[in-house]
């Protein structure tokens, strides 16, 4: 039964050694001491620090070691068990029994008996041989007895092997596929970790870059007001030309710090998907520019639509829970089969009217010092034996369990249609939306060139006195509006790349 509740926990568990760290951790959470130095991260580096020092990636390989002991706790089922024990016991009140005497002897001894005959031949000088003579039976009933002595005691050492067990033998194999499944969630969990580090580390270049040009675009836009302000002053244009550049400019320095905020917030979210000290700053080392090159290089891999279900870590580990299930049938099945297993024991009994007596261990070769009797009290004892238990009649409990076993099998092998119907909706998703993304990111990318050109013009055509100033303002507000739109395709394409390759099962590490 134990190896049994053992098997059953395999199934039920859906469930590491932490990898090591080179640099110096806090006695309390094992992470990494924050210091004043910039920690300087390419995506790969900030990846690798997250599979590293995640604490939810440090549980997980717990797991993987939860799992390898537990083999070996299922292992040992199959090695000899030897236990060792020792007691006293106080009779305080000794039980008693009752015995009926007379049912060993006969009626009461009252003489001889001499016949005549026998008496002549004593007379002539012969040898008589006289027979004893018996009265009547006297009855005396039972009486109560004790049996023992007040204190007993005992030292034994008991030890069993087994010999035979089906489901030891389907345990063992079961337990080593339960490790296997352990280490595949865990690359799932890593998965998980690499796509929520890319995706926040994208999502600080993203925001960097276009804080960088909000920097830029109000450099500009000042340079404007200011000479709008000094042609003013000259009479050359009215009040309300400056009055629109001031409130231009306001917003734009308004949404310069939103963004400068929001650069903070996702460094903030990147150091939490890489279990680094929000107190630790950072620097990133990756280009803009090369991770959306990366972007529209994949955009052709999408078109081509080639995968293999393989690929994907959630389609191995179902296989490795269909094997769990098709074990767990066999275990089942198994409760059929008889259990032998090899006893045997050596160990010491004693007993003595006083502790003291008890406690004095005399054996074989003790003698009385007044009487010259025989008075061990300790006596050894060993035995060895074969037990065969067979399974007869349980109530119908293993056909249940097994039929429960079955249908836990046929679940999880209609498992893989649900899953491979989600992987389809995933790989099309992925597909289309990043050939989607890569689109919209071309034609943001155009529409903000366009922008730029119109900007650049207006900011000319008025210099020279042959634009007006609502014209600089509405191709600044249409240049402005580009941008965050084309930063935003910029996140969409980097997002759905990463999403692309997850649902290929290409996410690595």
Sequence with gaps: MRIRSLFSSLLLVSLLVAASSSIAQTPATGQPVATSEPLR??????????????STLQAQRLNEEIAKARVGEIRSIGLPQITAGTGTTDNIKLQKSLVDFSAFGGPPLT???????????????????????????????????????????????????????????????????????????????????????????????????RFDLLARNVARLDTIYRQTAAIYKEGFVEKLDVDRLQVQLTNL??????????????????????????????ELTDRLEEAVQSAQLTAPDAAANG?????????????????????????????????LLATGGYGFVGSDPTAKGLLQFRGPDSRNAETGFANQNWFGFANVGLQLHVPIFD??????????????????????????QAIDLQQAQGRIGLLNAVDVLKNQQ????????????????????????????????????????????????????????????????
């Design 253 to 282: 320095k308004v949404e310069q710090q939103k963004t400068e905020r929001l650069v903070d917030l996702t460094v903030a979210l990147l150091k939490f998907q890489m279990g680094l000290d929000q107190r630790q700053p950072v």
């Design 446 to 509: 155009a529409n903000m060139t366009l922008a730029t050109d119109v900007a650049r013009v207006a900011k000319i055509k008025f210099q020279e006195g042959v634009g007006s100033n609502l014209e600089v303002i509405t191709a600044e507000t249409d240049l402005r509006a580009a941008q965050t739109n084309y930063y935003s395709s910029v996140y969409d394409a980097l997002v759905a790349k990463v999403e692309f390759e997850k649902a290929q099962g290409t996410l690595k590490k």
């Design 307 to 339: 995968f293999n279900y393989g690929d994907r870590v959630e389609y191995s580990v179902l296989e490795t829970q269909r094997d769990l299930a098709a074990l767990d049938v066999r275990n089942k099945r198994a409760g059929y089969l008889p259990r």
């Design 111 to 209: 003489g001889t008996q001499l016949t005549p005959d026998q008496l002549a031949a004593a007379q002539a000088g012969q040898t008589v041989t006289l027979k004893p003579a018996y009265g009547e039976v006297v009855r005396s009933g039972p009486q109560p007895i004790a049996f023992g002595l007040q204190w007993q005691g005992n030292a034994a050492i008991q030890g069993s092997q087994l010999l035979f067990d089906g489901s030891y033998l389907i345990g063992l194999k079961a337990a080593k596929v339960y490790e296997q499944l352990s280490v595949k969630q865990t690359q799932q969990s890593e998965i998980d970790v690499v796509e929520n580090v890319t995706k926040a580390y994208y999502g600080v270049l993203v925001n960097r870059e």
């Design 395 to 420: 109530g119908f409990q293993k056909r249940y369990a097994l039929q429960q076993a079955k249908l836990t099998a046929r679940t999880v092998n209609y498992g893989f249609t649900t899953l491979q």
């Design 41 to 54: 991260l390419s995506l790969p580096q900030a990846v690798d620090y997250a599979l590293t020092h995640k």
